[in-house]
């Protein structure tokens, strides 16, 4: 344990999260992604792991030490519910509270259609698993910056 670091935060995801730079792209996935395949395409190459948090659980300890990109409107994006592309489940809703938590404001999250969000995973710096076992748990999240005043 760390002070001040939450401690659903695993070494591993913090040194993730050390390490990506402004704009790099973070997945957090479900249980029923292909997590292990895609991370072995990212940019750290391996998988990370949260698996028994929730997927707003996982994105409300990441977003206590990452800030979210204020440069660009796709700074969060949500899988699209196949077929019902318009459609928010409760999991998508619970992480967009926590987004807005932390944003302090509303910050709408960008709808992703799910192949294209495969493929944007792919080239995301890394891949967290949570232990969420809802359909489309699945949300991308760029960092932004942490400026010399803050």
């Known amino acids: 344990m760390l002070k001040g670091i939450d401690p659903r935060l695993n070494a591993d995801v913090l040194y993730a999260l050390r390490a990506m730079g402004h704009g790099d792209v973070l997945v957090i996935s479900d249980t ?5 395949s895609v991370a072995r395409e ?5 998988l990370l792991t949260m698996h028994n948090l929730t997927a707003a659980e996982a994105v409300e300890a990441i977003l206590s030490l ?3 990109d204020t440069f660009v409107e796709d700074f969060a994006a949500r899988m699209e519910v196949v077929g019902r592309p318009e459609e928010i489940p409760p999991v ?4 967009q509270a926590v987004i807005d938590r932390a944003e302090g404001r509303p910050r709408p999250m960008v709808p992703v259609e799910r192949f294209a969000f495969y493929d944007r995973a792919r080239e995301a710096y890394a891949v967290v ?3 969420e076992r809802r359909f ?3 949300f991308l999240l760029r960092k932004g910056v942490i400026g010399p005043d803050a």
């Open 32 to 36: 029923n992604f292909p997590s292990d």
């Open 42 to 46: 990212t940019v750290l190459g391996e």
């Open 66 to 68: 990452m800030p979210l």
């Open 92 to 95: 998508q809703q619970e992480v």
């Open 129 to 131: 698993q949570t232990g």
């Open 136 to 138: 489309y748990g699945c």
